[in-house]
């Protein structure tokens, strides 16, 4: 149970972390496209930060249902409801 719920606090951390990286690449890739729109930059650079974005949104879910499968672990542990939800 101790392992479960430091597993749980462990995925909102990684969340959270994976959220504000997507943020990033978002803000990157306003900021390519500013420069190929200016004539700065290759379309090319923007592909690839759009790509990478992609990547990270990814990543963001897979930590999201990896919290989630968390949760129920820990609710099948305590026997409580799986929909329970946890802080």
Known sequence: VKLAY???GSAERLIALAKQNAESMRRTITTTQSRVASNQG???DVFMAQMESRRMENMVYEKVQSRRETEIELNTLLDMP???TWP
């Open 6 to 8: 430091y597993q749980l």
């Open 42 to 44: 290759m379309a090319s």
């Open 82 to 84: 799986l929909e329970k």
